[in-house]
């Protein structure tokens, strides 16, 4: 039936006389009939979508016509050849043979109907890698749980056809984030830096306030080329303005801001500015996977920048540090929304840890239970254990029958609060008794939840619009009962792994990649495409 149809519109072709549609029938047909489809040589990666539009449009061209490449054309084969501007690889989308044809245009007269194809599949192409990323993160980012934006690449392809502007239609398919648009200028910055010498600086020895050091010259011109040192500096040793400028550049690298230049900034300073490069690309890469929209307001963790921010119309309104799950007990990244509050908390201790924390600390210290507040219950029951029947010596993993449940109080892991959006990762926000950990500046320590370091003034800006007020939640803290809030309109939060940003001060920032998760997407971003399996 379907074969019919298709016959039936190609009579209909026929009879209106389109240039070069019975060559792109007969295309189609072979296509359906099992040959290869292939460009030029070059394999074409969306053959059934291309069979659907140009079926759909009665075999009419888009890009080329009895003359040659359309404008339209000749301004996607400028974007292709610059897509590299954006982290994305010019050879992906066939730019070195589509260059050739705009030198030398008479070289293409007997290959138009090809050219129509390929330019048709690589713009496909390239509009699905920027609107959900060349990669696929479910293969190249572990515990990476975001939802992922769709393949949509007909639907531009039909936009293109409706007749917009290519460039319309390209930013349409681009995040709309700035923070995407602000790291392409960044990418662009760093390239330029490359040129320049980058020796590495020794990490030792260190240099201090007021210290004299061969190397400080150096250093002074390495921080005007990355944007810290606004002043020539001409000094003879470390003073207040090469101070100023060391701490901009720990500013923004994560580091102790003690203007100090110690092994930790002098490492960072070594990075060149080609490695920076990469670094920005795959966080380009990262914001490509993600739905534009995340929301009017909402809370936004930066698990590599141990950060966490709360976003309202595109202004940030709060910002505080947080801690983040330790490298084996990594932080996942997904997006989620928050929809109650749990004010004295208990906290019921995962099996996991049960078994693997807890137990150790219990047969170490006989009265650990009792001293951190712990009622021990027979597995899933209400039945209360009395710890001290227990021969926790004969204790182990496979024959671990508890559930610890650690109540409210000073002690609880948990803190003073709890922020609830359900998942299956068991990861939430909470407070923390170990407040001494937020003055790290590396603060990856948790078991995977996040731990928040202001938690009150958190849940006071998210119960602002409950009607509730600071005092009334100094109130409930005090009071030591465990209370329920619910959020009469859902926060979402969007839990993330940043290792380049540049923010609305157009101030670019980079951290660790505390999880090695770089080095394993920039791979599989440079790889060259795959050609689409044999059906």
């Not at 209106?16 to 189609?28: E, K, M």
């Not at 208990?346 to 078994?355: C, G, Q, R, Y």
Request: with cysteine; hydrophobic share 40%.
């Amino acid at each position: 039936m379907k074969r019919m149809l298709v016959a039936c519109l190609w009579l209909c072709v026929l009879a209106s006389g389109t240039w070069a549609s019975n060559d792109l029938y007969q295309r189609v047909e072979a296509w359906q009939a099992g040959f290869p489809a292939v460009a030029l040589g070059q394999p074409l990666y969306h053959s059934h979508a291309l069979i659907h539009f140009y079926q759909a449009r009665g075999f009419k061209t888009l890009w080329v016509a009895e003359n040659g490449l359309t404008e339209q054309a000749k301004q996607l084969i400028h974007e292709i050849d610059s897509i590299g501007n954006e982290g994305l690889l010019p050879e992906d989308y066939s730019a070195a043979l589509f260059v050739q044809w705009l030198r030398e245009p008479a070289a293409l007269s007997t290959e138009l109907l090809d050219a129509e194809l390929l330019l048709s599949d690589r713009f496909l192409t390239l509009v699905n890698h920027l609107s959900a990323g060349k990669t696929d993160p479910n293969q190249v980012a572990e515990q990476w749980r975001a939802p992922l934006v769709s393949d949509q690449g007909l639907v531009f392809l039909e936009k293109m056809a409706a007749g917009q502007a290519l460039a319309t239609v390209l930013d349409s398919a681009r995040p709309q984030q700035a923070r995407y648009r602000r790291l392409i200028d960044a990418l662009a910055q760093m390239r330029a830096l490359a040129t320049e010498p980058w020796p590495a600086f020794s990490l030792r020895p260190s240099i201090k306030r007021e210290g004299r050091d061969s190397r400080l010259p150096d250093i002074a011109r390495r921080l005007q080329l990355l944007g810290d040192l606004d002043v020539q500096w001409s000094g003879s040793s470390l003073d207040a303005d090469l101070i100023e400028a060391v701490r901009n550049f720990q500013r923004r690298h994560g580091l102790q801001q003690d203007g100090d230049i110690g092994p930790e900034t002098f490492r960072a300073l070594n990075v060149t500015p080609a490695e920076r490069a990469v670094q920005i690309m795959v966080n380009l890469e990262r914001w490509r996977w993600l739905d534009s929209d995340l929301g009017k307001k909402f809370l936004l963790v930066n698990i590599a920048g141990f950060d966490l921010r709360v976003i309202e119309n595109d202004d940030r309104i709060l910002q505080q540090p947080v801690i983040v799950g330790r490298d084996y007990r990594k932080t996942p990244v997904f997006s989620d929304k928050i929809r109650y509050l749990v004010f004295n908390p208990t906290w019921t201790v995962p099996a996991k840890l049960a078994i693997q924390d807890k137990l150790p600390e219990i047969k170490a210290n006989p009265n650990y239970l009792a001293e951190y507040g712990f009622t021990v219950y027979r597995g899933g029951s209400q039945d209360i254990v009395d710890p001290s029947t227990v021969d926790w010596a004969t204790v182990n993993a496979k024959n671990f029958n508890f559930r610890l449940v650690q109540a409210p109080g000073p002690l609880n892991a948990l803190g003073q609060v709890k922020f609830m959006f359900p998942n299956s990762h068991d990861v939430y926000l909470h407070d923390t008794p170990a407040r001494e950990l937020f003055d790290k500046h590396q603060r990856a320590f948790s078991s995977g939840c996040i731990r928040v370091a202001d938690p009150l003034l958190l849940a006071e800006l998210l119960l602002k619009e409950e009607g509730w007020t600071r005092e009334q939640i100094d109130q409930l803290v005090a009071s030591g009962v465990t209370k329920t809030v619910p959020l009469k309109t859902p926060v979402p939060v969007h839990i993330e792994y940043w290792t380049a940003w540049v923010d609305s001060r157009n101030t670019l920032y980079f951290r660790n990649d505390i999880y090695q998760r770089d080095r394993v997407l920039y791979e599989s971003l440079i790889q060259p495409l795959s050609p689409p399996a044999a059906h």
